[in-house]
Antibody, heavy 120, light 112 residues
Framework: QVQLQESGPGLVKPSQTLSLTCTVS??????????WSWIRQPAGKGLEWIGR???????NYNPSLKSRVTISVDTSKNQFSLKLSSVTAADTAVYYC????????????WGQGTLVTVSS | QSALTQPASVSGSPGQSITISCTGT?????????VSWYQQHPGKAPKLMIY???KRPSGVSNRFSGSKSGNTASLTISGLQAEDEADYYC????????????FGTGTKVTVL
């Protein structure tokens, strides 16, 4: 059974960089069958796709966040990471990592989510 | 890329059937049979319920079914049960010219 677990600071100051890591267990992040993605959800609001990475390191980002987002992968640790720079209060949200089927583009396994609050 | 449009809320009595619509454009829902649906209970992560418009993952009840016509996808829950009360989100692949994935606005399902 694949499991994903987000980790990182729950509080980030405005203008700083948000950094989260997703640790994958029960399966290899190097599997060629999947992308690995970040999605966020502000309190009481809907889901927003942030970006995805393939085991090769190839990335795609939401154009609305592209200038501030970097997603990277560490296959030796079976982890992938999110960095979001120049954060504001609008970036306060629950951040989820998820596995994406490479052929059919659905999110089949999700982490439990981690709340990141942007505040001074 | 705008979010897909879903009704804010849908309700039904136990045993009834309800349908949630998800309206996009010819650039997303209308162009790809890559619509998926997610169920989210309060404080929990979303759970995949339907993928490729109408396919169910292993373990998902056959009371859940999906369809698509033109730019609108639909999720139908038949034999509504108390445990179905949750938020539901659709999602469509939208191609490389924009955000690859676009989610719906979300629908709160209430079991009366």
């Amino acid at each position: 059974q694949v499991q994903l677990q987000e980790s990182g600071p729950g509080l980030v100051k405005p203008s700083q960089t948000l950094s989260l890591t997703c640790t994958v267990s029960g399966g290899s992040i190097s599997s060629g069958s999947y992308y690995w993605s970040w999605i966020r959800q502000p309190a009481g609001k809907g889901l927003e796709w942030i970006g995805r990475i393939y085991t090769s390191g190839s990335t795609n980002y939401n154009p609305s966040l592209k200038s501030r987002v970097t997603i990277s992968v560490d296959t030796s640790k079976n982890q992938f990471s999110l960095k979001l720079s120049s954060v504001t209060a609008a970036d306060t949200a629950v951040y989820y990592c998820a596995r994406v089927d490479r052929n059919w583009y659905y999110f089949d396994y999700w982490g439990q989510g981690t709340l990141v609050t942007v505040s001074s | 890329q705008s979010a897909l449009t879903q009704p804010a809320s849908v309700s039904g009595s136990p045993g009834q059937s309800i349908t949630i619509s998800c309206t996009g454009t010819s650039s997303d829902v209308g162009s790809y049979n890559l619509v998926s649906w997610y169920q989210q209970h309060p404080g929990k992560a979303p759970k995949l319920m339907i993928y490729e418009v109408s396919k169910r993952p292993s373990g998902v009840s056959n009371r859940f079914s999906g369809s698509k016509s033109g730019n609108t996808a639909s999720l139908t829950i038949s034999g509504l049960q108390a445990e179905d009360e949750a938020d539901y989100y659709c999602c469509s692949y939208a191609g490389s010219s924009t955000s690859l994935y676009v989610f719906g606005t979300g629908t709160k399902v209430t079991v009366l």
